[in-house]
T-cell receptor, first 113, second 114 residues
Framework: KQEVTQIPAALSVPEGENLVLNCSFTDSAIYNLQWFRQDPGKGLTSLLLIQSSQREQTSGRLNASLDKSSGRSTLYIAASQPGDSATYLCAVRLGNAGNMLTFGGGTRLMVKP | DGGITQSPKYLFRKEGQNVTLSCEQNLNHDAMYWYRQDPGQGLRLIYYSQIVNDFQKGDIAEGYSVSREKKESFPLTVTSAQKNPTAFYLC?????????????FGPGTRLLVL
């Protein structure tokens, strides 16, 4: 069964710092991997989606990489801002599981002004 | 405004009571999903539906039931058989199963037991 782990569970950084969030998964037969943002008490917003054939995706200050063979993905946030404070979740879609996603536990990020 | 709405935002359940959480979407999406999120944890799939009048159990379906009588609506009932219902419930939808389609999420319903 696919298991997804995110480390660290919580992270606090000063504004302006570059940071990396980690996601690992046990079954490398994934269709794609997605990073979401969740604000407290809210739903999820999709940030980046990486197909299994891709190595990375970029959107603004965000860059997500994927190393399928080692079962790892990273989300890089450049020049962090207080508005980046949220929980970041990664989710993988197995190749044979239709559109079902398996989520990690999330990393709770706080960016201090 | 296209999107997914969930109601109510907060819901209280008494012992032995069934409660129903509403999920509506006007995105013309075929597939809909229900997830449960416990504090500090990721989302776990309860039920999903690929098309009207069809739905499948997810990883933690026990104590829950759903219906899909209309494309726009996918209500979730938390039955008295669910012994630990306190959680944040999220509904999502996507255009199709088995295709690279992002799931769009509603704002969630927080269920509390009195």
């Amino acid at each position: 069964k696919q298991e997804v782990t995110q480390i660290p569970a919580a992270l606090s950084v000063p504004e302006g710092e570059n940071l990396v969030l980690n996601c690992s998964f046990t079954d490398s037969a994934i269709y794609n991997l997605q990073w979401f943002r969740q604000d407290p008490g809210k739903g999820l917003t999709s940030l980046l989606l990486i197909q299994s054939s891709q190595r990375e995706q970029t959107s603004g200050r965000l860059n997500a990489s994927l190393d399928k063979s080692s079962g790892r993905s990273t989300l890089y946030i450049a020049a962090s801002q207080p508005g980046d404070s949220a929980t970041y979740l990664c989710a993988v879609r197995l190749g044979n599981a239709g559109n079902m996603l398996t989520f990690g536990g999330g990393t709770r990020l706080m960016v201090k002004p | 405004d296209g999107g997914i709405t969930q109601s109510p935002k907060y819901l209280f359940r008494k012992e032995g009571q069934n409660v129903t959480l509403s999920c509506e979407q006007n995105l013309n999406h075929d597939a809909m999903y229900w997830y449960r999120q416990d504090p500090g944890q990721g989302l776990r799939l309860i039920y999903y539906s690929q098309i009207v009048n069809d739905f499948q159990k997810g990883d933690i379906a026990e104590g829950y039931s759903v219906s899909r009588e209309k494309k726009e609506s996918f209500p979730l009932t938390v039955t008295s058989a669910q012994k630990n219902p306190t959680a944040f419930y999220l509904c999502a939808s996507s255009r199709r199963q088995g295709i690279q389609e992002t799931q769009y999420f509603g704002p969630g319903t927080r269920l509390l037991v009195l």
